[in-house]
């Protein structure tokens, strides 16, 4: 089975803890179980949208599919 390709970064991640979150220090455990969970997500939403696309006989996703999917 190939490897899933990583959606968002941990430095993009350590960066938003540190900036929004206020996080002085943050451990590396703590942005791959964000990062898992944020993969994990965005391919729940994603699928959602595809399957909403998809029954309106569109290709393209847009962002009303985006937004019904979360």
Excluded: C, F, N, W
């Amino acid at each position: 089975m190939a490897k899933k390709p990583i959606v968002v970064t941990k430095t993009a991640l350590r960066r938003l803890m540190k900036i929004e979150g206020d996080a002085k220090i943050v451990s590396a455990d703590a942005i791959d179980a964000l990062q898992e969970y944020l993969q994990e997500k965005a391919i729940e939403i994603t699928k959602k949208a595809l399957a909403l696309a998809k029954h309106a006989k569109r290709k393209t996703v847009m962002k009303e599919d985006i937004k019904l999917s979360i």
